[in-house]
């Protein structure tokens, strides 16, 4: 069951900015680069739950959040139908992310209160996702899109918060660019957790680039 409540996810999402995303299998390594996103500052962590048994490390990993990591909003990412949601809910899940937009998994995540955030890819999706009750919209593949888009999508909709993913970087310029057109915070995966970071297993180096990114956001926001 959530620990925390749709509107304080949304809440937090908009006030830290920066959404980290992962996956590992290995549950120690997960815990390890999970305690350093939270040391750097973050208080979201998105698992994106690609592999064999991600729901086993899932909850392990959401055990160790509410034991050692106080404030630490779990959630999960990848999560393509309503069995898998309501699986990850079980585990502790305090949001859901999805790369499309399917109302079974709304349905599913509006019943317990549970903040759910579609990828969507059009003004239609969009505006069909908050028709379904969405805070936050995913846009994916961020990098196919741009800040360009978020621009054209407010200018219509400026009650839509949008959360690119894919072709994030921790650069200023970069965040200047998604922030200036009005997203409300971004998904940030491999060019944030890096393979070398994992590789090296560098976590003061992961802990260190978490500080650096959030810093930049707070500076780029308006």
Known sequence: ?????????????????????????????????????????????????????????????????????????MGV?????????????ALGANFVVTPVLREDIAIACNRKKVLWSPGCGTLTEITKAEELGCEI???????????Q????????????????????SPTEENLKGWFDAGVTCVGMGSKLISKDI????????LEEDVRAALAIVKKVRK
């Open 77 to 89: 990412g990848s999560v393509t139908d309503a069995a898998a949601a309501s699986l990850y809910m």
């Open 137 to 147: 919209v995913k846009l994916f593949p961020g990098d196919i899109y741009g800040p």
């Open 1 to 73: 069951m959530a620990q925390f409540s749709r509107i304080e996810v949304a809440q937090a999402m908009k006030e830290t900015g920066m959404i980290p995303l992962f996956f590992n299998s290995d549950i120690e390594l997960s815990k390890k680069v999970l305690k350093a996103c939270y040391d750097g500052g973050a208080r979201l962590m998105e698992f994106t739950a690609r592999g064999d048994f991600a729901h086993e490390v899932f909850g392990e990993l959401t055990k160790y959040a509410v034991a050692e990591l106080p404030g630490m909003i």
């Open 149 to 168: 888009f978020v621009k054209g999508i407010k200018g219509p909709q400026p009650w839509t918060s949008i959360m690119p993913t894919g072709g994030v």
């Open 198 to 205: 994992i590789a090296n297993k560098d976590y003061a180096k």
